[in-house]
Each structure stands twice: as structure tokens, then as C-alpha cells.
């Protein structure tokens, strides 16, 4: 069973389009990250959910929303989508203790989605 | 704020022969260090962790890494290279304040037959 999976594996699209990137892992984990790498491999933080709440909220265009259902789901949202958004979007878990996300907890990362805007 | 940096931003070895891979980090704080794998048009996979435990910290695939706080350092190794090793290698630190993981540059293995 694949713990934390992404959907769509490829997309394609037009600048100007809104799309969505989904994420769900099986894991039971309580946190939930979205990370973006570059053309250079340079993995950055975007955003970080914990039992549905926003707690890490980097410097991102508004253009991106994430959205977290519930604690196994955390879908990205891109309005109006630029040439620069190209990239490899990965989503990640990791189980947070009874003290909330801490700086020693492993996360898991899924096997990413490459956006390619024309 | 935390932050590593990568010495090699490529490494080739050959079959069989040792690999060290370097990775020198900046924190004010005892640090969280990672060491992520990842393998083309593949996600990453965690390798090892050092969390202020044992200074040398064993990871999957013979791969071992020593925290050496005097040299801020916490450098890759491995005894012997496989063709499977192949790949991009992390060095990552963890925010103790937010539990931001900070990503190196990465360093491209190569492994020659």
C-alpha cells in the first residue's frame, strides 16, 4: 500500500488555469506539508497542516490555497497559473506526539507531481 | 534561522569504492539532521536521522553518517558504492521552533562499472 500518494503523477496545463493537486496519506500521521522543487532540485516549504490547521504558511503567491478536509488529505489549489509555477510539487506526512509536530519527526514523502505550464 | 550546505553538488565513484558525501550545518540550536535519497522521477526517502542520540547514526542501504558538532558537520558515508546508489542526495535540518525541514542542494551521485 502506497502511504502517501499524489494525484495527478503529470500535469499539463495552460497559464491561466486553475488546477489541483491531491494528497492523501494512510499513514495515520497528524501533519501534512506541501514542498515545491525547482528546475536546480532546490526543495523548499510551502505550506504545513496539523489535525486540519495551518501552521506553517511560507511566503507563496496567493495564488495557491491549500485545503486540508480532514487529517488524511491535503489538496493544493493553483488559480490562474504562471510559467514560473513549473515544478515538482511533493506532498509529505509525519506523526506528530501529544506535544504537536516536532523537530525530530521523519516525514514521508510521496512520489510527487511534475507541473508543467505552457 | 537553520540552514546546510552541501560541499559536493556532484560525486562520482566507482563500483565497489567508498562514498562520502559532506554536509555542514548552521543552527543555533541542538539540531535535527536528515539525510534524504531521492531517485530519478522519484519521491524522497529518508536514509538516516541523527535527533542528539548517538553521534554516528546507522541508515538503510550500509549507508552511516557522523554528527560532529565541534566541525558542525554530518557527512554521508558509505563503504562500498552500488549501482543502485545511484541518485540525488539531501542533507536536511529541522527547525526546532517549527519543525521546517531546510534542504541542502543536493549532491548527484554517479556510480561508474
Given at each position: 500500500d502506497t502511504a502517501v500518494s499524489q494525484t495527478p503523477k503529470y500535469l499539463v496545463t495552460q497559464m491561466g488555469n486553475d488546477k489541483s493537486i491531491k494528497c492523501e496519506q494512510n499513514l495515520g500521521h497528524d501533519t501534512m506539508y506541501w514542498y515545491k522543487q525547482d528546475s536546480k532540485k532546490f526543495l523548499k516549504i510551502?505550506?504545513?497542516y496539523n489535525n486540519k490547521e495551518l501552521i506553517i504558511n511560507e511566503t507563496v503567491p496567493n495564488r495557491f490555497s491549500p485545503k486540508s478536509p480532514d487529517k488524511a488529505h491535503l489538496n493544493l489549489h493553483i488559480n490562474s497559473l504562471e510559467?514560473?509555477?513549473s515544478a515538482v510539487y511533493f506532498c509529505a506526512s509525519s506523526q506528530a506526539g501529544s506535544?504537536?509536530?516536532h523537530s525530530t519527526d521523519t516525514q514521508y514523502f510521496g512520489p510527487g507531481t511534475r507541473l508543467t505550464v505552457l | 534561522a537553520q540552514s546546510v550546505t552541501?560541499?559536493?553538488s556532484?560525486?562520482?565513484v566507482s563500483e565497489g569504492t567508498p562514498v562520502l558525501l559532506r554536509?555542514?550545518?548552521s543552527s543555533s540550536y541542538s539540531p535535527s539532521l536528515f539525510w534524504?535519497?531521492?531517485h530519478p522521477n522519484k519521491g524522497l526517502q529518508l536514509l538516516l536521522k541523527y535527533t542528539s542520540a548517538a553521534t554516528l547514526v546507522k541508515?538503510?542501504?550500509g549507508f552511516e553518517a557522523e554528527f560532529k558538532k565541534s566541525e558542525t558537520s554530518f557527512h554521508l558515508t558509505k563503504p562500498s558504492a552500488h549501482m543502485s546508489d545511484a541518485a540525488e542526495y539531501f542533507c536536511v535540518v529541522s527547525d526546532p521552533d517549527d519543525y521546517k525541514l531546510s534542504f541542502g542542494a543536493g549532491t548527484t551521485v554517479t556510480v561508474r562499472a
Open positions: 510551502m505550506f504545513s510559467l514560473g509555477d506535544g504537536g509536530p | 552541501q560541499l559536493d556532484h560525486v562520482s554536509c555542514n550545518y534524504y535519497v531521492q541508515g538503510i542501504n
